[in-house]
């Protein structure tokens, strides 16, 4: 078989593409779904508070390491460590973020698929009339049924399959273009209706006023996770996404305009949320459920209920589309570079490992609802596992390799477009990498592991 032709790799056309593909990426159901339930469930602002350190200290400084490598080597993950230190076992580190997106792709193609079942209910009204309870028990009924999540988790990695299919210009870049600034103008939307809602100040006093006693090690940790997988860093995402990106455009401003753009909508997410689910009395910690129950009723008890589940849900979809297509980009890269699979045949294979995979993910919240490990289903474990262990320990990593094995030099080269702009705190990300990053990284997980504090 032929060897793939580096020299004919697609690319990303143009800056604005690259901030749309890359924010299309980061921002995703980790924003809407995972943020306002995570938070919820660690306390509020004071969760808030430390996770916008972490992406501040640790998230931009991944995020542009991720970058840096990608674009230095113009490769997969797995092939970028290989090819920048030859002979020594950093292409680990790729490999493990190509299982990684299997994990994340497996349990996040579940929750997309309910995203797709509740447009479908929002379209055809099916909200409309039913008491919370009603709702409450629609939802746990759906997703215990079996089938009908499987399908819709299916249908929307038929999706995914897709756009990643037509390419990186003709696929990723251009629905990314098309669907982000769609999403920008629904959150708008929602957020101002949230916040006019009458008993909004509690949910919005929920989110930003800290109550430092609600922290402890587990928060901690939690915050971490929910960094690294809202920014879609620590498994090679954007360092795949880094190799498409021109050797014209800036690296660091691209991914401080990523994190911004993430942590905006994470915010916003949360201003749209958590004033309703205060205005109804609805439980904050109620878990990974909380918007496909808590937002139905809202919408049913206001005018124009309607209207608004149809523009929530489908921001949902298209949250959830532009960060589907980022996982499954790296495990097509690394099968038509790596393996000699053209990309049309790559994307097939890897997509239908991958559904099969979250196929039983599905299935472990309803008919095969049993322990796997402990006492969490497969889908707990994935979610979990991903989040707040393969994350941060890729992103520890990737710091430790960039800023102690790739070479100052090389950093330098790439961040500055060799030497065209220089990077006004590169010696601070420096220390950052060398230092900061690695050991934050690793203080969290001693803690969480009870062996510091
Ligand atoms: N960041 C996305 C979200 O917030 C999910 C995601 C896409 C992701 N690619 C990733 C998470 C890579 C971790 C790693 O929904």
């Given at each position: 078989?032929?060897k ?13 593409g690259?901030?749309?593909?890359a ?14 339930y995570?938070?919820g ?53 790729g ?19 309910w ?25 746990k ?12 988790q ?55 006023k800290?109550d ?17 997988f ?35 909508i994470?915010i916003l ?12 009395g ?21 005018p ?26 790296v ?24 559904t099969?995979?979250?196929v039983f ?35 520890f ?16 080269d790439?961040?500055?477009n ?14 950052i ?21």
């Open positions: 078989m032929a793939f032709d580096f020299s004919k790799r697609d690319s990303f056309g143009s800056k604005i690259i901030i749309a593909a924010a299309g990426s980061a921002i995703g159901l980790g924003n809407i779904w995972r943020f306002p995570v938070t469930e660690n306390g509020g602002a004071a969760f808030l508070l430390i996770y916008l350190g972490f992406i501040i200290m640790i998230g931009i400084p991944v995020m542009l390491s991720e970058f840096t490598i990608g674009r230095r080597a113009q490769r997969n993950p797995f092939g970028a460590f290989r090819l920048l230190k030859k002979g020594q076992p950093w292409y680990l580190i490999l493990m973020g190509i299982a990684a997106a299997f994990f994340i792709l497996a349990f996040y193609s579940t929750i997309a698929g995203t797709l079942e509740y447009l479908y209910l929002s379209i055809t009204d099916g909200f409309s009339g039913k008491s919370p309870e009603q709702l409450n028990s629609m939802f009924k759906f997703q215990s049924d079996g089938w009908w999540p499987v399908i819709w299916v249908i929307f990695m038929f999706f995914t399959a897709w756009i990643i299919y037509r390419g990186v210009r003709n696929g990723i870049e251009k629905y990314a273009k098309i669907l982000m600034p769609v999403l920008l103008l629904i959150i708008f939307i929602i957020c101002i209706r949230s916040v006019t809602l009458p008993g909004a100040i509690d949910g919005l006093r929920f989110l930003f800290p430092f006693s609600k922290i402890n090690p587990s928060v901690i940790l939690e915050a971490l996770g929910q960094a690294f809202s920014l879609s860093i620590g498994m090679g995402t954007l360092i795949t996404y880094g190799s498409y990106i021109n050797k014209r455009d800036n690296l660091s401003t691209t991914a401080i305009s990523v994190s911004a753009a993430d942590t905006f994470a997410a949360g201003v749209a949320i958590f004033p309703a689910v205060f205005a109804y609805i439980n904050p910690a109620e878990g990974e459920a909380l918007v496909f129950i808590t937002l139905p009723n809202i919408f049913m008890e206001m124009g209920g309607y209207f608004w589940a149809l523009l929530f849900f489908l921001l949902l979809v298209i949250a959830a589309l532009t960060s589907t297509i980022s996982v499954l980009e495990v097509v890269a690394f099968f038509s570079e790596e393996l000699n699979i053209n990309r049309k045949q790559a994307t097939i294979i890897a997509s239908i490992a991958i099969i995979l979250g993910c599905t299935l472990s919240q309803g008919p095969l609802n049993q322990p796997f490990i402990g006492e969490n289903t497969l889908f707990e474990i994935l979610e979990y596992t991903s989040a707040n262990l393969f994350l941060p320990i890729g992103g990593f990737i710091v430790i390799f960039v800023g102690w094995f790739m070479g100052r030099k090389n950093v330098d790439e961040i500055s060799s030497g065209k702009f220089k990077l006004p705190l590169f010696n601070f990300f420096l220390v990498v060398r230092i900061i990053a690695p050991i934050a990284i690793a203080m969290v997980f001693l803690y969480q592991l009870g062996i510091l504090g």
